[in-house]
C-alpha cells in the first residue's frame, strides 16, 4: 500500500523549529516584538499598510464584523461556498446572512447575482459584502468595489486560501489579495494546511487606519495604554478599557513560526502552482469526465478542485480512498447546514452552489507533495476512469 497522501499538509523545516526554540528562552512568550516583526514583514509581503496579527482566523473575521459594526440590523451579503467561519462572523454580531451564487467556472460569489440580489431590496437594505478567494482563486475587487460603491457597502475580502495570490485590473497592474486597495478589511489563516502556518494564527490586513487602530483594541480586550488617548491618567500603572473587547492575541511563539514560514511563501507557492500546472496538464484527456480548474498565474492554488462529471464523484472519492488518497469535498454548502436552515431569514435555492458540490473533489496540492506521490494521485486517477470505459 502507498503511504496516505492528504490534501493538504504543514511545511515545517529546521529553521522553523529554530526560531520557535529562539523565542522559548527568550523574555517574551505572547505578544512582544515577534508580533510586530512578523505584522510588517506580513504587510509588506501582501502590499497592505496595516496588519493586526490575531490567535486564528475565525478570530480575524470576528474582529473584523466588530471592526466595521455589524449588529441586528446588519444584512451582509456573501457566498455559501466557503469554510463556515466566513459567514457565521455576521452571526457572531447578531446580523444577518444573504447568500449569492456562485460562477460556474471560477466557483466565486457571482458579480451579477450579488447585484440580482441587491436590486431586489429597498436601497439600503445591504450594508456589507464578504467575498472569499476560494480555492486561492482571486476575487477580482475592482469590479466588486464599483458595486460596493455605488451601494454604500463595505467589502471584507476572505482571503484565507490566497496569501501571495493575485488578480489584473483594468490598468493590468498586479493587484495582490488582501492589499486593501478594494476590500476595506482583509483576513488571513494560519491553520496547518493554509500556505503558512503557525499552528493556529491570523491575520488582518487593512490600508484603514480607522479600522487599524479599532482591532488593535478589539484584539486585547478594548483596553488601552496610550495616554493620547485616554480620558484621565492616574500613573504608570494606569490602563482604561474603551470597547468590549476580546483575548485574540497571537503568541510570540506562533508570530516567530510565522515570520520564518512567510519567508518561503513564495517558494511554496512556486510548488502550489507548479503541481497545479502538471494536474492540468496530465489530466486534461480526462475531460470527458473531469473539469479542471483554471489556469491563471495570479491563482494561489490553496486547493485543486476538480469537478468530476456524471455523478461519479462520491465513487471516485471512495475509490482514492481505498488507495489511501485523502480527497476532500470543499465545500458543503452553508444553507445546507441545519443552523443556517434555522437561522436564515431566506432560504432559496442556490443552483450553480448546489451543482458545484456535487461533483467538486480537492485532489492532494500543497508544497511538499512529492513528484512520486503527485504522479501516484495522477496514475490512480486514469486507472479509476479507464476502468469507466
Ligand atoms: C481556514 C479558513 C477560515 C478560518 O480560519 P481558522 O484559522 O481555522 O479559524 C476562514 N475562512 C476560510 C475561507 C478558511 O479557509
Same mark, same amino acid.
Given at each position: 500500500m502507498h503511504r496516505p497522501v492528504p490534501y493538504g499538509k504543514q511545511w515545517i523545516t529546521e529553521e522553523d523549529i529554530r526560531a520557535v526554540n529562539e523565542v522559548l528562552l527568550s523574555d517574551f512568550l505572547t505578544q512582544g516584538p515577534k508580533i510586530r516583526e512578523?505584522?510588517?514583514?506580513?504587510?509588506?509581503?501582501?502590499?497592505?499598510?496595516?496588519?493586526?496579527?490575531?490567535?486564528?482566523?475565525? !478570530? *480575524? @473575521?470576528? +474582529? !473584523? *464584523? @466588530?471592526? +466595521?459594526?455589524?449588529?441586528?440590523?446588519?444584512?451582509?451579503?456573501?457566498?455559501?461556498?466557503t469554510f463556515a467561519a466566513s459567514a457565521n462572523c455576521v452571526w457572531f454580531c447578531g446580523g444577518n446572512v444573504f447568500f449569492a451564487d456562485?460562477?460556474?467556472?471560477?466557483?466565486?460569489?457571482?458579480?451579477?447575482?450579488?447585484?440580482?440580489l441587491i436590486e431586489s431590496k429597498p436601497k439600503g437594505f445591504f450594508k456589507g459584502l464578504i467575498v472569499v478567494d476560494f480555492s486561492g482563486m482571486p476575487v477580482n475587487l475592482e469590479e466588486f468595489r464599483k458595486l460596493a460603491d455605488e451601494n454604500n457597502l463595505w467589502i471584507i475580502e476572505d482571503a484565507c486560501h490566497a496569501p501571495g495570490g493575485y488578480f489584473v485590473d483594468s490598468d493590468g497592474k498586479k493587484q495582490f489579495c488582501g492589499n486593501g486597495n478594494f476590500a476595506d478589511l482583509a483576513v488571513f489563516s494560519f491553520h496547518p494546511v493554509k500556505h503558512i502556518t503557525t499552528g493556529e494564527g491570523g491575520m488582518i490586513t487593512t490600508n484603514r487606519k480607522d479600522l487599524y487602530e479599532k482591532l488593535l483594541l478589539l484584539r486585547t480586550h478594548g483596553i488601552t495604554k496610550d495616554p493620547s488617548v485616554m480620558a484621565e491618567n492616574h500613573g504608570g500603572w494606569y490602563y482604561e478599557m474603551h470597547t468590549l473587547g476580546y483575548n485574540y492575541r497571537l503568541t510570540d511563539i506562533q508570530a516567530a513560526l510565522g515570520i520564518s514560514q512567510l519567508?518561503?511563501?513564495?517558494?511554496?507557492?512556486?510548488?502550489?502552482?507548479?503541481?497545479?500546472?502538471?494536474?492540468?496538464?496530465?489530466?486534461?484527456?480526462?475531460?470527458?469526465?473531469?473539469t479542471l480548474p483554471l489556469w491563471f498565474e495570479g491563482h494561489a492554488y490553496h486547493l485543486y478542485v476538480i469537478r468530476v462529471k456524471n455523478n461519479l464523484r462520491p465513487k471516485l472519492y471512495n475509490y482514492l480512498k481505498e488507495k489511501n488518497i485523502f480527497s476532500q469535498v470543499h465545500y458543503i454548502p452553508l444553507h445546507f447546514m441545519p443552523y443556517y436552515k434555522k437561522t436564515l431569514k431566506e432560504l432559496y435555492p442556490l443552483p450553480e452552489s448546489e451543482k458545484y458540490y456535487r461533483e467538486c473533489l480537492s485532489i492532494p496540492i500543497f508544497p511538499s507533495l512529492s513528484e512520486e506521490d503527485q504522479d501516484y494521485v495522477i496514475d490512480t486517477i486514469k486507472s479509476f476512469f479507464s476502468s469507466k470505459c
Open positions: 512578523f505584522e510588517e514583514a506580513f504587510a509588506h509581503y501582501v502590499g497592505a499598510q496595516y496588519a493586526v496579527a490575531v490567535s486564528n482566523g475565525t !478570530a *480575524a @473575521l470576528h +474582529l !473584523a *464584523a @466588530l471592526a +466595521l459594526r455589524i449588529d441586528e440590523k446588519t444584512n451582509v451579503i456573501t457566498t455559501p461556498i456562485i460562477h460556474p467556472q471560477t466557483f466565486l460569489i457571482d458579480l451579477n447575482k450579488v447585484r440580482e519567508k518561503r511563501a513564495d517558494e511554496g507557492l512556486e510548488k502550489r502552482r507548479r503541481i497545479a500546472l502538471k494536474y492540468n496538464q496530465e489530466l486534461n484527456p480526462l475531460s470527458d469526465y473531469l
